[in-house]
């Protein structure tokens, strides 16, 4: 099916993501971040026709967690917090599900009213070089760890070393490695921080605190214009930013509700594409006008309004979990909507291979669609838990790792 598409084009990005050195093995052996080594949900698993027929292979119980999982070399990542009181990074042995290391920190803090529905816990997803592990606790920490031993190599508490104050969500943003640095948006903005020692280095795009202050998003690096560059996006804008300097490069303002600008950016050649809840789709062209000066406009804008579900690109279409639930694929050369589905559960986390989504939702169902553009088709559904699952899928080898409100099962593929 990929035929349709663009299967030059997926094979490329596919070869992008094991050079930039999110991971130190190949891909598909390892899910080492927020949506795995690329952050876009790509996988080089082979997704099979059906999924009724997965097995179970471990379950272990665990503490209240929005974080996915990652998985590095022999073992799998987790978090938790436990009794409102603190916040746990764990190791397990991705073969038996066993625990092999445990660190904890205090770290538990209450969201406002109208976000603690669904809870208050630590909402972050780590990242891993294969070496050492970096995580975000609720209370604005950002901290390292000893892949193999679990020791703690550096830590930086923002709140309480740098004065900076608490964003009122917590720290949501999942962090990236990339090379020597560590990317994340914490600590009253957009922050480099040196891996080995967690030095600071650059501040960008300070913030001023308050309800709105904290991002909602994750960033991503991309090259854009010829320049490669961290791409974030803030509660109301979408910026690019100079890698070694901390520099803004250009600034696209996004409409929200409430800053819920929450999606991952989505780079699509020299666009990037995102759906805000209260606002709209958009395509942003990003241009360099000069060596020193970048200029954005908007290529198309359209009626879809996302939610909190990233989307799947593959070849020229984009695959996108509605506010209203439902599901379409847009084709990004103009934004037109080719269908729109049923209400399907209040999220999907999603993960593809190129032919096939595996979707799962908040209720806990998994979903196999085929990615195609003309029409939705739903290959097999299958119930996976009876908790909430608000954290992302992780997909390594043929591994799925679906981390549920208070535990983690191992299903082969």
Same mark, same amino acid.
């Given at each position: 099916?990929?035929?349709?598409?663009?299967?030059?084009?997926?094979?490329?990005?596919?070869?992008? %993501?094991?050079?930039?050195?999110?991971?130190?093995?190949?891909?598909?052996?390892?899910?080492?971040?927020?949506?795995?080594?690329?952050?876009?949900?790509?996988?080089?698993?082979?997704?099979?026709?059906?999924?009724?027929? %997965?097995?179970?292979?471990?379950?272990?119980?665990?503490?209240?967690?929005?974080?996915?999982?990652?998985?590095?070399?022999?073992?799998?990542?987790?978090?938790?917090?436990?009794?409102? !009181?603190?916040?746990?990074?764990?190791? %397990?042995?991705?073969?038996?599900?066993?625990?092999?290391? !445990?660190? /904890?920190?205090?770290?538990?803090?209450?969201?406002?009213?109208?976000?603690?529905?669904?809870? +208050?816990?630590?909402?972050?997803?780590?990242?891993?070089?294969?070496?050492?592990?970096?995580?975000?606790?609720?209370?604005?920490?950002?901290?390292?760890?000893?892949?193999?031993?679990?020791?703690?190599?550096?830590?930086?508490?923002?709140? !309480?070393?740098?004065?900076? +104050?608490?964003?009122?969500?917590?720290?949501?943003?999942?962090?990236?490695?990339?090379?020597?640095?560590?990317?994340?948006?914490?600590?009253?903005?957009?922050?480099?921080?040196?891996?080995?020692?967690?030095?600071?280095?650059?501040?960008?795009?300070?913030?001023?605190?308050?309800?709105?202050?904290?991002?909602?998003?994750?960033?991503?690096?991309?090259?854009?214009?010829?320049?490669?560059?961290?791409?974030?996006?803030?509660?109301?804008?979408?910026?690019?930013?100079?890698?070694?300097?901390?520099? /803004?490069?250009?600034?696209?303002?996004?409409?929200?509700?409430?800053?819920?600008?929450?999606?991952?950016?989505?780079?699509?050649? /020299?666009?990037?594409?995102?759906?805000?809840?209260?606002?709209?789709?958009?395509?942003?062209?990003?241009?360099?006008?000069?060596?020193?000066?970048?200029?954005?406009?908007?290529?198309?804008?359209?009626?879809?309004?996302?939610?909190?579900?990233?989307?799947?690109?593959?070849?020229?279409?984009?695959?996108?979990?509605?506010?209203?639930?439902?599901?379409?694929?847009?084709?990004?050369?103009?934004?037109?909507?080719?269908?729109?589905?049923?209400?399907?559960?209040?999220?999907?986390?999603?993960?593809?291979?190129?032919?096939?989504?595996?979707?799962?939702?908040?209720?806990?169902? %998994?979903?196999?669609?085929?990615?195609?553009?003309?029409?939705?088709?739903?290959?097999?559904?299958?119930?996976?838990?009876?908790?909430?699952?608000?954290?992302?899928?992780?997909?390594? +080898?043929?591994?799925?790792?679906?981390?549920?409100?208070?535990?983690?099962?191992?299903?082969?593929?």
């Amino acid at each position: 099916m990929l035929s349709r598409f663009n299967r030059r084009q997926f094979t490329a990005s596919i070869a992008t %993501l094991a050079s930039v050195g999110l991971a130190n093995r190949a891909l598909g052996d390892n899910w080492p971040c927020w949506r795995g080594s690329g952050r876009d949900g790509k996988c080089a698993t082979k997704l099979p026709a059906t999924i009724s027929q %997965l097995r179970e292979a471990w379950s272990v119980a665990l503490g209240d967690s929005y974080s996915g999982p990652i998985v590095s070399g022999k073992q799998v990542l987790v978090t938790e917090t436990v009794n409102a !009181k603190s916040e746990t990074l764990i190791a %397990l042995d991705r073969a038996t599900g066993a625990q092999v290391w !445990k660190k /904890e920190w205090e770290g538990a803090m209450s969201v406002p009213f109208f976000a603690k529905s669904n809870g +208050d816990w630590i909402r972050s997803t780590p990242a891993t070089d294969g070496k050492r592990i970096v995580v975000g606790g609720m209370r604005d920490v950002v901290a390292c760890f000893d892949t193999e031993t679990g020791n703690e190599l550096w830590r930086i508490d923002f709140n !309480k070393e740098h004065k900076v +104050d608490l964003p009122s969500f917590g720290l949501v943003c999942s962090p990236l490695i990339d090379g020597d640095f560590v990317y994340v948006q914490a600590g009253g903005g957009v922050r480099q921080i040196r891996l080995v020692d967690g030095q600071l280095g650059w501040l960008a795009m300070k913030e001023s605190g308050g309800m709105m202050g904290g991002a909602f998003s994750s960033p991503v690096i991309a090259e854009l214009g010829g320049m490669r560059q961290l791409i974030a996006a803030t509660r109301d804008a979408m910026v690019g930013i100079d890698l070694a300097s901390g520099k /803004e490069l250009w600034q696209r303002p996004i409409q929200t509700f409430r800053g819920m600008n929450i999606l991952t950016p989505t780079v699509f050649g /020299e666009q990037i594409f995102t759906s805000s809840y209260g606002g709209r789709s958009q395509a942003i062209n990003v241009k360099a006008a000069s060596s020193t000066e970048w200029t954005t406009d908007v290529a198309w804008e359209g009626k879809s309004e996302a939610y909190m579900s990233s989307p799947i690109v593959i070849g020229d279409y984009a695959f996108l979990h509605l506010k209203n639930q439902r599901v379409c694929c847009i084709d990004l050369k103009d934004g037109t909507e080719k269908w729109r589905t049923q209400p399907y559960g209040k999220y999907w986390s999603m993960v593809t291979d190129g032919e096939r989504i595996l979707a799962l939702d908040e209720a806990g169902k %998994l979903y196999l669609i085929a990615a195609n553009p003309e029409k939705f088709e739903l290959l097999d559904q299958l119930q996976v838990s009876t908790e909430p699952c608000w954290a992302h899928l992780a997909v390594a +080898d043929d591994e799925v790792y679906v981390r549920f409100q208070h535990g983690l099962k191992m299903y082969k593929l």
